[in-house]
């Protein structure tokens, strides 16, 4: 483990209440600047502390993982930990042959962008978009300050109430399939939730959507998460995972 504290030094002098959150092996500049009171917790004990909470629901549970932004484990020079850990055994079906397996995403910084948390968020294997359910969790007694402990414990419990939830998810989702929308909204809610961004790669789907009268709640969510999935980086599409979910519950009503 080679990220740790630093004291930085005010007017010449060691402070002892300031510190930089540094990892020398991967840059030299320091991921943010903390007080005495900032408590580091290493990726490495991050992932530790889940692979044991998914023991501890079942030992023979199998599932693979996946880091997320880059080909290295760690964003930003290593200052953001992104980690997807999917269920194969764990899938349920919405309709005919589109099947969706249960997954859960952690995230974890030294930048200060976000505290340690973990969110479940499945995959739909037709076209491997990630499903935001809105169901997050840390498993944590507190932020990254002083007393802050991962409790593998909690996250087990966490972790099984997330996998419950997703099978809950079964049913609204084929709610959604049987939920008729018309297709004139479509580029109006594209608009509005992405604004200046870009949606080459669902260009041909948007297209032939628009040659129809209506389509299917499930159809729009899939077209939304799909713009997030492949044409943005993780940390910018979970900025808009509330936002999607919002509007199709609106739509839905």
């Given at each position: 483990m080679s990220v740790q504290l630093v004291p930085i030094k005010i007017n010449d002098e060691i402070s002892k209440k300031y510190f930089a959150v540094t990892d020398f092996e991967?840059?030299?500049e320091p991921y943010s600047i903390v007080t005495d009171r900032y408590q580091l917790v290493p990726h490495e004990t991050v992932i530790e502390s889940i692979d044991k909470a998914i023991s501890l629901i079942d030992s023979t549970l199998e599932y693979n993982t996946e880091d997320l932004n880059t080909k290295s484990a760690y964003v930003k020079n290593g200052a953001r930990l992104y980690r997807r850990y999917t269920f194969p055994s764990i899938e349920l079906e919405v309709t005919e042959g589109d099947i969706i397996r249960c997954g859960i995403v952690c995230r974890n910084s030294y930048d200060k962008s976000c505290q340690f948390f973990v969110e479940?968020?499945?995959s739909r294997l037709a076209c491997w978009n990630d499903l935001p359910q809105g169901y997050t969790f840390s498993g944590l007694s507190g932020k990254h300050t002083k007393g802050l402990d991962i409790n593998s414990d909690s996250l087990a419990e966490?972790?099984?109430s997330a996998i419950n939830t997703?099978?809950?998810?079964g049913d609204i989702w084929r709610q959604w399939h049987k939920k008729k929308v018309s297709t004139s909204l479509i580029p109006k809610i594209i608009d509005t939730i992405f604004e200046s961004q870009k949606h080459k790669d669902a260009a041909v789907e948007l297209h032939n959507l628009l040659q129809r009268k209506?389509?299917?709640?499930w159809v729009i969510f899939n077209l939304l998460t799909r713009i997030t999935t492949h044409e943005m980086s993780y940390d910018l599409a979970c900025r808009f995972d509330?936002?999607?979910l919002n509007t199709i519950k609106q739509l839905n009503k």
């Open positions: 991967k840059t030299d479940l968020k499945s966490n972790i099984s997703f099978k809950d998810n209506e389509t299917s709640l509330s936002i999607i």
